[in-house]
């Protein structure tokens, strides 16, 4: 993925320069770019006059945030125990096997990633799965093609 310098111009820009938004400034790049590009860092870093290291930590200690590219549609599986006792190891598997890709992976199109998560706060809507800012709750295997359909690109 090619990173356009004036992309990040953009979002320092739409925050003035001032390093006291630096995590919006994150959050913006993270959803621009599906992570956070050294590119991003750095010139936040430079244009902010934040030391390079804060911002690099900050970047690390958030878990919204990524060092990697994460797909367009993050998925996170739920295995909290309320959700494992009702299959979520299952439907992770499921997730899987329909993407192609193994946890903490992201498919080659980079629409999806797929990661766990210790616990969604939604016990009563066992087994739970976010896909982006969704969240699916009472899902049995066979939901998760149907699922994967919503976010997926419609063929012309």
Avoid at 29 to 43: N, R
């Amino acid at each position: 993925m090619q990173i356009e310098k004036t992309k990040i111009d953009e979002i320092i820009m739409k925050y003035g320069k001032r390093k006291e938004h630096l995590l919006a400034m994150l959050l913006d790049c993270q959803e621009e770019f599906y992570h956070l590009p050294k590119e991003a860092l750095k010139e936040i870093s430079e244009k902010t006059g934040t030391p390079f290291v804060k911002v690099l930590s900050a970047a690390t200690f958030f878990r919204a945030f990524s060092l990697k590219p994460v797909g367009k549609y993050p998925i996170h599986v739920c295995m909290g125990t309320a959700c494992h006792v009702k299959g979520a190891p299952r439907l992770l598997e499921a997730f899987e096997r329909e993407l192609g890709i193994k946890l903490g992976e992201t498919t080659k199109d980079s629409l999806f990633s797929i990661n766990t998560v210790n616990c969604l706060g939604c016990c009563g809507l066992a087994p739970v799965v976010t896909v982006g800012k969704d969240v699916h709750g009472k899902l049995k295997q066979v939901n998760v093609p149907q699922i994967l359909k919503k976010y997926r690109p419609k063929e012309a």
